[in-house]
């Protein structure tokens, strides 16, 4: 029998051949997944993994930590539908341009039109956060090798910086801190038109962007003269960003948000300078703490050797102009577009001193990538990505599913009058309202979360004292929530 002609196909020399040339082309591919220019990608997956479990867990238990979730989803929820952006939490009607200049949100609204939720704002910050870990670690790796790059890429991912911005539940600055860390990136290769191009849409970011802008442009200005190539004809480019940016922020303060705001005005103005309380400015003991945490555990302070950090001074200088305590500490969201500024400024610090004629320095600057992944790493132990350790983070707590029972009885596209707790779950399919400022709307429901020794008895009066002469009833309540319906 001639078993050539009976082999099934497949076996055989023609076989194996195809088997061998099917694992040969599966090699490079494998092997392009291990080399070291996929490690700023596969940094960045994890980040983003680890980012929005985070979110999103914290968000299934209900534990949001303000009313800026639910402002955003207002706006962006307009977007989606091609409407203007109006966010009744912060007045019946009010645009959100006149609040803050931030059109660069509407980015999500095609997202948000086909996952309609807040959930998809938590996931979209979260990828964006994770996203600028790429520049910073792949600038890195290129100038001071692959083991000190990835360590500087782990330190600036878990920098806690980020890590307070990503449990601060949604905010525009999740924009600006990947624009900034890739226009950084440009510049520390010379890439001075990418560094403009990116540096550019950070004025649609936020009305304050145009002036960090302008000192990226300042920047680029100092690094390309000396270009002898392509200086002279970047160096009139860079003047014009930096008049591009406080041009930009210059007419989002005084014309469009005014224009766009009911009074007219930019209603931050009484949070820099005397704002008329006594505390004008903020105290040198904790302006000296808050710099020392911005770079003595992410740079070893060796960040101040690099013209970059000049990029970070308009943040700092109207925060520390400010009497409003929020701006002034660790928390919140508000140090997350230092947080690739410092990074990056060290990196190229570092580069700077690798032919210094300092042997300390030189032998500082060695160990110094480890050093600040080391301390990034230590100090994650009390901040927000510690809590993925614990298995109750993942968890809903009982009283969790029967306070979403309650509000659920609110029904679709009820005007509802509400505090932080109930919020983010209603602005998807109600219209909701902050509490004690719907401005004479009577609300068809009121949800609540009050302190636990709270009665529905005096959550009732209090709802009496909101719209006097209009009655409200009762119709449930769960761990501290109240649903009163009018009526």
Not at 15 to 41: E, F, N, S
Not at 138 to 164: E, F, N, P
Not at 214 to 230: K, S
Not at 251 to 267: E, W
Request: charged share 15%.
């Amino acid at each position: 029998m001639d078993t050539a002609a009976t082999a099934p196909p497949g076996t055989g020399a023609e076989g194996a051949t195809a088997v061998t040339t099917g694992r040969t082309r599966l090699l490079p591919r494998a092997g392009a997944l291990r080399h070291p220019r996929a490690d700023p990608y596969w940094l960045a997956l994890a980040l983003f993994a680890a980012f929005t479990a985070l979110s999103v867990c914290r968000y299934r238990r209900m534990a949001t930590m303000s009313w800026d979730l639910g402002i955003f989803e207002q706006a962006i929820r307009a977007y989606a539908h091609f409407q203007a952006p109006i966010a009744d939490l912060k007045g019946p009607g009010a645009n959100i341009l006149g609040d803050h200049f931030s059109p660069i949100t509407a980015l999500l609204g095609p997202v948000y039109r086909l996952f309609p939720g807040p959930v998809t704002l938590l996931v979209a910050q979260a990828a964006l956060f994770a996203v600028s870990a790429v520049p910073v670690t792949r600038v890195a790796a290129r100038l001071l090798g692959r083991g000190r790059g990835l360590a500087i890429g782990i330190a600036y991912g878990v920098s806690w910086g980020i890590q307070r911005a990503v449990d601060f539940d949604f905010h525009e600055i999740c924009f600006a801190v990947p624009l900034i860390a890739f226009s950084l990136e440009a510049v520390i290769r010379g890439r001075w038109y990418a560094a403009m191009l990116w540096a550019a849409p950070l004025v649609f970011v936020k009305e304050d962007m145009g002036a960090t802008v302008a000192a990226i442009g300042a920047v680029i200005w100092l690094r390309a003269r000396r270009d002898p190539e392509r200086g002279p004809r970047v160096t009139p480019l860079a003047v014009a960003l930096m008049g591009f940016g406080v041009l930009v922020s210059a007419l989002a303060l005084g014309v469009v948000i005014p224009g766009f705001n009911g009074a007219g005005s930019y209603d931050y103005w009484d949070k820099v300078g005397s704002g008329g309380t006594q505390n004008a400015t903020i105290p040198a003991a904790t302006a000296l703490r808050t710099l020392l945490w911005i770079l003595l555990p992410t740079t070893g302070l060796l960040a101040l050797r690099s013209p970059l950090l000049l990029a970070a001074v308009p943040t700092l200088g109207w925060r520390f102009l400010s009497h409003d305590d929020h701006y002034w500490g660790t928390d919140w969201h508000y140090n997350a577009v230092l947080m690739p500024i410092v990074l990056l400024a060290l990196v190229d610090a570092l580069d700077r001193t690798r032919d210094t004629a300092r042997p300390w320095l030189s032998s500082y600057a060695r160990q110094l990538p480890a050093a600040v992944c080391g301390a990034s790493l230590a100090l994650s132990s009390s901040m927000p990505l510690y809590e993925l350790t614990r298995s109750a983070t993942y968890e809903v707590p009982p009283q969790t599913s029967a306070v979403e029972r309650l509000l659920d009885r609110i029904p679709d596209g009820a005007t509802v009058e509400a505090n932080v707790g109930p919020i983010s779950r209603l602005t998807s399919r109600c219209r909701v309202l902050w509490v004690g400022a719907t401005q004479g709307i009577q609300p068809d429901y009121i949800a609540l979360q009050e302190p636990p020794e709270r009665t529905a008895r005096q959550v009732t009066d209090y709802a009496g004292q909101l719209h006097p002469g209009t009655r409200y009833t009762p119709i449930g309540s769960a761990s501290g929530y109240f649903v009163l319906k009018r009526g």
